[in-house]
């Protein structure tokens, strides 16, 4: 005879009944970390700024450093000196000519993004021009220029109107000025006048390399490469270079020319670029009323807002 079946007396419920603390634990893969990751403590606070992306933000972040007003173009006619009266002190400084200076166009931040003034200097013959630039030239109503550049401002308030002139009394003695221009160019130059390298000895078995460069780099240690950003001999000069906080020595508005104290890049008759310098304090002229503080922290609100919302 058969073994009777053991009875049950509790029999549990399914399994959709049961509490989760019931259930059966089944491991499963899965990418997703055991351990979730922990806010840094360094970038928590109530005082922190709110890290916006857009262009608005960058802008708004850009407001006290942006010109005020804009530059002007002009020629480097060569460099002299000015004596003290008093003292007999020599100073040497540049002379700088503007030639028929004139706005030609802006840039908007609606349609373009950001505020500019587009500048103009000298004169081009209209047969030397090509038909587009002649379209634009004459959708302004201004002449062929034979230098045009671009000096960005901090808002509306620094476009001048299209056709002003821009003379030497736009700048005034004693201010201080950023001037760009591309420096002289050397050419092709070697090691030792680009970088200053010191050469192979001048004997002790050297020979037809006395102001050779040398090793360019190991062999297996370094990945028997040359590495990138290597000085070695190449085309030296020719770039722009910036000259910070200039002083304005003398302004002659009848001539057009501007003395500054001491020497800037470039070569005699080229085109520079003078703008107010932004490490100093803005000169007291008309379109240089610099913002408060108080307006540019309403600003960077009004731009965190909706960065805030979104978050």
């Not at 922190?48 to 407001?63: H, M, V, W, Y």
């Not at 000169?283 to 979104?310: I, K, Q, Y």
């Amino acid at each position: 005879m058969p073994p009777k079946p053991p009875s049950h007396t509790f029999v549990l419920p399914p399994s959709f009944l049961l509490p989760p603390s019931l259930l059966p634990h089944i491991c499963r893969r899965s990418i997703q970390s055991t351990f979730p990751p922990r806010p840094s403590r360094y970038a928590r606070g109530p005082n922190l700024p709110i890290l916006t992306s857009s262009t608005a933000a960058a802008l708004t972040r850009k407001a006290l450093t942006l010109p005020l007003r804009t530059g002007a173009l002009a020629i480097k006619k060569g460099m002299t000196a000015l004596y003290d009266p008093t003292t007999g002190k020599r100073t040497p400084c540049t002379v700088l000519q503007l030639d028929r200076v004139q706005v030609i166009s802006h840039k908007t931040r609606q349609r373009h993004g950001y505020y500019a003034v587009q500048v103009g200097a000298g004169w081009k013959h209209p047969s030397n021009v090509t038909r587009p630039l002649l379209g634009h030239y004459a959708a302004q109503g201004t002449s062929p220029k034979r230098w045009v550049s671009e000096f960005r401002v901090r808002d509306e308030g620094g476009l001048l109107g299209v056709g002003e002139m821009i003379s030497a009394g736009w700048f005034r003695e004693g201010q201080f000025v950023d001037v760009r221009a591309k420096c002289r160019g050397m050419g092709f130059a070697g090691g030792m006048k680009r970088h200053g390298f010191s050469g192979q000895p001048a004997s002790h078995g050297t020979s037809l390399t006395h102001r050779a460069m040398g090793s360019a780099g190991q062999s297996q240690g370094g990945g028997s490469r040359v590495l990138p950003g290597k000085k070695m001999p190449g085309r030296m000069g020719g770039q722009q270079v910036t000259t910070q906080n200039v002083k304005v020595l003398k302004v002659d508005e009848e001539k057009g020319i501007i003395v500054l104290n001491g020497s800037i890049s470039g070569p005699d008759k080229c085109i520079v670029k003078l703008q107010d310098a932004i490490k100093k304090p803005w000169p007291d002229m008309p379109g240089t009323n610099p913002p408060s503080a108080g307006l540019v922290l309403e600003a960077m609100r009004e731009v965190a807002e909706p960065a805030r919302v979104a978050a």
